[in-house]
């Protein structure tokens, strides 16, 4: 599911008030980063030099974790990883973790920020990398380039800007008016794709988001109906490739996430009702899946993020669907990637420990969750170079907490400790 299927129950006021609001937030974000600009600062703020002493590291790609392990960070990245007796630097602060476990900062693949507290929500529930998947007015541009410079407290944010779909947000119109075209007619066919996918690629999108079906957090719409036809869909995919920027597609029903798959996407959000056939051409493409299995039992709840009596009904049908597939799709080898579908948002109670826990219920080894929000999610998202496992040289991404997570999963829930570009933004570890 993506945000913009439900809007969240405070989202649900006049949408002149809405607009008002979002607009002032992205003359706020853009102003902020025209003063990073004009201060020359484009570099993360200096950070002090962090030695963490007996650690049980769970690096990412290893079975077992690294007992009575020293981990030296330095300038915001991992600078020495071993056990033994490492010497710490002049000056540094030296934290005994006392066998507690660290793993790799969590990647959240499919998110819908859009202010600085519900950035700050996600970075200590241990999200050090999130993949933004829609928000209006491009407000997940400027916070990227806010948090690249240091500016906020805010896991690395990879941007979207608004969704490609038949009837695009209003709020769009409003930041692109050389879109009016596209406002009677809607997004169809391959040239108004196209155009759109020039439109998000103007404003330095990381990624390009469309709806190949229809979403299932409203309750007046069907996910199995398909929105784009395969031809469609390319034309996207070609445009994005122009620039070498992937495209991800929200997907529930099989025919619209067939059309997606054979079109060439990166990605297929949820996939509730992917076929057999459709999870294996995504094996030969080499698709992944994020299947957001925890939102959809949020939809099942009252509260949370979705609070509606149609989508509860809906939730449970479409909640041991999502798992059979998810299941499914992990036994022929489909890479699976985490993800919440929230925005962190004041009233939202999903986090990604509820995410792994699900993973591990369809059939993921405990490390294999653990990898799908780390160095797996990493391969989706483009940040394989710098984040994603423990390791010298790489971001100084880092959570820990009590127990051993390759035993039970549900450690997770438990921080003690973030860690983000080697500054500590939470710590609990010596209470």
């Known amino acids: 599911m993506s945000r913009s299927m439900l809007p969240h129950r405070t989202s649900q006021r006049s949408s002149l008030a809405s607009i008002s609001f979002r607009t002032s937030l ?3 974000v853009s102003m902020a980063v025209l003063l990073v600009a004009v201060s020359g600062s484009s570099a993360r703020l200096q950070t002090e030099t962090l030695v963490f002493t007996n650690a049980n590291v769970i690096d990412g790609l290893s079975a077992q974790p690294l007992s009575g392990a020293t981990i030296i960070v330095s300038d915001g990245k991992i600078q020495r990883i071993g056990t033994g007796t490492l010497q710490a630097p002049a000056g540094a602060k030296v934290i005994d973790l006392k066998g507690k476990y660290v793993i790799p900062g969590l990647i959240d693949a499919h998110v819908h920020i859009n202010d600085f507290e519900a950035a700050r929500r996600a970075l200590i529930s241990g999200v050090t990398t999130a993949r933004s998947m829609g928000v209006s007015h491009f407000v997940d541009v400027g916070m990227r380039k806010l948090a690249a410079a240091g500016k906020i407290d805010s896991p690395e944010i990879l941007s979207a800007g608004y969704h490609v779909r038949p009837r695009p947000a209003d709020a769009l119109f409003i930041d692109m008016p050389e879109l009016a075209g596209l406002m009677r007619s809607g997004v169809r066919g391959p040239d108004a794709m196209r155009e759109m996918g020039r439109a998000m690629l103007s404003r330095g999108v990381n990624w390009i988001k469309t709806n190949a079906t229809a979403r299932a957090g409203l309750p007046n719409t069907d996910p199995r109906e398909p929105y784009y036809s395969e031809a469609e869909l390319a034309a996207l995919v070609e445009e994005g490739a122009k620039s070498s920027i992937p495209v991800a597609a929200h997907a529930h029903g099989d025919e619209g996430g067939r059309a997606a798959v054979m079109a060439g ?3 297929i959000e949820h996939g509730t009702y992917l076929s057999k056939e459709t999870l294996s051409i995504m094996v030969e493409k080499g698709t992944y899946l994020v299947p957001t299995i925890a939102v959809v039992s949020d939809l099942t709840r009252p509260g949370g993020d979705y609070d509606n009596p149609v989508l509860e009904v809906r939730g449970r049908h479409m909640l041991p669907r999502i798992r059979e597939t998810a ?11 985490a993800a919440t579908d929230t925005g962190y948002g004041p009233n939202s109670t999903l986090r990604m420990s509820q995410e792994l826990e699900e993973l591990v219920h369809v059939g993921l080894s405990p490390l294999q969750a653990i990898q799908s929000a780390t160095v797996v999610a990493a391969e989706l998202v483009g940040v394989a170079d710098h984040t ?13 907490v009590e127990r051993n997570p390759l035993e ?3 450690a997770i ?3 003690l400790m973030v860690v983000n570009n080697g500054k500590i ?3 609990r570890a010596s209470w």
Do not use: P, T
């Open 26 to 28: 992205a003359v706020f």
């Open 265 to 267: 996407v990166r990605s």
């Open 327 to 337: 299941a499914l799709a992990h036994k022929l080898g489909v890479k699976i990637v």
């Open 388 to 400: 994603g496992k423990i390791a010298a040289g790489f971001d100084a991404d880092l959570i820990v």
């Open 408 to 410: 039970n999963i549900g």
């Open 413 to 415: 829930h438990d921080l």
């Open 425 to 427: 933004v939470l710590n």
